[in-house]
């Protein structure tokens, strides 16, 4: 067999590697797949929809740029560097897990398994759903090189693809393993957070990337001043290493091309030679021992004062409801890695979505210009109402998810715990986003009326559409288990869903703001609508909520 003839040339125990493997693959597809409070949960299904129609829209962005620079270098680059990115947020926000797994020494070290075996046991876990991923975003560009150059550069295309893919993966497991051996566990989370933010603010910078990239070069070619060739900077970029096998499969024998196709392959040799290294059972014993230590006592120049006295809610002014929520929050956010990373990773994305959008110029009055549709304004619509929907999702998923066994051993009012999560999305970020919307608004129309007006309409839309989640699907607060790759898949899924609603927002906007009597009427039903939602909705889901069991 070929796969053991390969297991065995690293030096992994054939047997071994293929027992452990199915193991861990079958638990993390029951995780992935597992009870969601008693029912199926075929999310992960719905991440691979997600993965697959975002390979589409790279395609077709891929596809655009082949229009106006000829040529496969810089198209490729585009569509290994999109593909890089996102898996790298899925490893660095799914997946830590393979790394950081402090119960693998206590599993495995009373039975003979090599550090080779281990090592290849990890990789092959993760690569199994990375590859699945990465074909999954990828696949789309490679059928529409098969269409345009045939079945050769279609071949480049799927080896660009598994490099760019098996690059990716080996280096945040190797950098995970790396930080490891200088950072404490528990201070790791502050670490990745660090990291994380870095990350999405790649990810949401990229298309100022490609427009200051391919903007000159656009508008040479449309003025008729020739195809602009690939610049020689571009080779020195990673993803363009995985790239350079486009022109090379499609004949395009140029020196750079080879090199970089070398550095790339070479690169790959590196990172697994690398991750054997420091991904070992020794590794793993050293993990599970610096996990149990415990980590040095921070002096604080101020004592703190005893929260049992003065909590942080009772010193904002909550209502008991909301500020259990509150502290739960609290308390997840410090706790679990996952939910921490995707939060934080929340943040520079809101900045950068407001930069992008003043970024474009003056932003046009929704009552004065009717209906009128910008870059901006739809970028607005989708911070005011998306992100907080998508912040919404994140706080019923959690790894402590068993821990939510005290959600149905006491007499609560499960219904009312899920309408205060939601209140706590509306009080923590839905405000506070549409207090600086205002603030833009103000700075870009010059009319604060018009511009409260507007912030305020946002706000009680995102409110209401915060509180009408539930009706779809009611979960307790950090009661459901995160899946592989779902995180990642939630926010790219909220992106264009929310993409399209904000971008017909202002033709509905364009009829409320047409008279003043239409536009006092319409916030006045907001407003008693968002008062009445949570009461709504309570009742709505309470005999759902009463019907569930634990599931853990």
């Known amino acids: 067999m070929i796969a053991r003839r390969v297991v065995e040339a690293v030096g992994a125990d054939y047997v071994q590697w293929r027992v452990l493997t199915r193991v861990m693959l079958k638990n993390d597809f029951r995780s992935a797949t597992g009870l969601s409070m008693g029912r199926a949960d075929l999310s992960i299904w719905r991440s691979f929809l997600i993965y697959a129609a975002f390979g589409g829209f790279v395609a077709l962005v891929a596809a655009s740029v082949t229009v106006f620079l000829p040529g496969l270098m810089l198209p490729g680059t585009i569509v290994a560097t999109q593909v890089g990115v996102v898996l790298a947020m899925i490893v660095l926000i799914d997946f830590q897990s393979v790394v950081i797994s402090p119960d693998d020494y206590d599993v495995l070290a009373h039975q003979p398994v090599s550090s080779g075996t281990y090592f290849l046991v990890k990789l092959t876990n993760v690569l199994i759903f990375t590859l699945i991923i990465g074909a999954l975003l990828g696949g789309p560009s490679v059928i529409l090189l098969l269409v345009a150059y045939g079945p050769l550069v279609a071949a480049g295309g799927i080896l660009a693809l598994v490099g760019i893919t098996t690059a990716t993966t080996l280096a945040i497991l190797c950098t995970y393993a790396a930080l490891l051996n200088v950072v404490h566990p528990r201070r790791l989370v502050r670490v990745l957070s660090t990291v994380q933010m870095i990350v999405v603010a790649a990810v949401m910078l990229f298309p100022i990337y490609i427009d200051n990239l391919f903007g000159p070069a656009l508008e040479r070619m449309m003025s008729g001043d020739g195809a602009i060739p690939t610049p020689a900077w571009v080779l020195l970029a990673p993803p363009a290493w995985f790239a350079s096998l486009l022109p090379l499969s499609a004949g395009d024998w140029n020196p750079g091309y080879a090199a970089a196709a070398v550095a790339g392959v070479g690169s790959v040799?590196?990172?697994f030679f690398f991750g054997a290294g420091?991904?070992?059972v020794s590794y793993a014993e050293r993990l599970g021992a610096i996990t149990t230590r415990s980590e040095r006592r921070r002096r604080f120049r101020r004592p703190r004062r005893a929260t049992a006295v003065r909590p942080h809610t009772r010193r904002l002014g909550l209502p008991t409801d909301i500020g259990v929520i509150a502290t739960l929050v609290r308390a997840q956010f410090r706790d679990d890695?996952?939910?921490?990373?995707?939060?934080m990773g929340l943040v520079p994305a809101i900045l950068l979505y407001f930069i992008i959008?003043?970024?474009?110029?003056?932003?046009?009055?929704?009552f004065v210009e009717l209906g009128a549709i910008s870059y901006g304004s739809v970028v607005i619509n989708v911070v005011a109402i998306g992100f907080p929907l998508m912040v919404a999702e994140l706080l019923s998923m959690t790894k402590a998810w068993r821990a939510s066994w005290i959600f149905f051993a006491l007499p609560a009012d499960?219904?009312?715990?899920?309408?205060?999560?939601?209140l706590c999305v509306t009080l923590f970020l839905v405000v506070p986003i549409a207090l600086v919307i205002g603030g833009v608004l103000g700075w870009s129309l010059g009319s604060p009326w018009h511009a409260a007006a507007h912030a305020l309409v946002l706000a009680l839309l995102a409110h209401l559409a915060v509180q009408a989640r539930p009706l779809i699907g009611p979960h307790l607060p950090f009661s459901r288990p995160p899946m592989k790759g779902g995180t990642v898949a939630h926010t790219l899924g909220g992106l264009f869903g929310f993409a399209v609603v904000g971008f017909f927002l202002p033709l509905f906007l364009g009829i409320v703001y047409s008279t003043t009597a239409f536009t006092v009427t319409f916030i006045g039903l907001l407003l008693l609508a968002a008062v009445a939602a949570p009461a709504v909705v309570r009742s709505g889901i309470r005999l759902r909520m009463e019907r569930r069991e634990f599931a853990g």
């Open 357 to 366: 959008a003043m970024g474009q110029g003056p932003l046009p009055d929704p």
């Open 269 to 271: 040799g590196v990172l």
């Open 278 to 280: 420091k991904l070992s």
């Open 337 to 343: 890695m996952t939910f921490r990373m995707a939060v």
């Open 414 to 422: 499960r219904a009312r715990l899920v309408v205060n999560a939601g």
